[in-house]
């Protein structure tokens, strides 16, 4: 059974930092590509970052500078460090992996961020 879990949410303060952690389990990790999505109330859904199974990395201009993903294959785990935190990065956030050709996609519940003003 594959399981996608996140955790590491909560609320900052403006400038603060969090960092974001999803396990996977029921997957061969190393070979899938690894996203962080966000998705604030009334908007639609917004990559984040993501990571391939060759650790190459791409971000969303919005987050480029302050946010870095990394992985750790021998703990099933990757990681979105948030530093610089906007209001406007509040959001639910959520993981998902992505087998090679796309055969499989599978998402977590998702961890709230929340960052006051």
């Known amino acids: 059974q594959v399981q996608i879990v996140e955790s590491g949410g909560g609320l900052v303060q403006a400038g603060g930092s969090l960092r974001l952690s999803c396990r996977a389990s029921?997957?061969?990790?190393?070979?899938?590509?690894m996203a962080w999505y966000r998705q604030a109330p009334g908007k639609q859904r917004e990559l984040v970052a993501t990571?391939?199974?060759?650790?190459?990395?791409n971000y969303a201009d919005s987050v480029k500078g302050r946010f870095s993903i990394s992985r750790d294959n021998a703990k099933n785990t990757v990681y979105l460090q948030m530093n610089s935190l906007k209001p406007e990065d509040t959001a639910v956030y959520c993981c998902?992996?992505?087998?090679?050709?796309?055969?499989?996609?599978?998402w977590g519940q998702g961890t709230q961020v929340a960052v006051s003003s």
């Open positions: 998902n992996a992505q087998s090679p050709a796309l055969i499989n996609d599978y």
């Open positions: 029921g997957i061969t990790f190393s070979i899938y590509t």
């Open positions: 990571i391939n199974n060759g650790g190459s990395t």
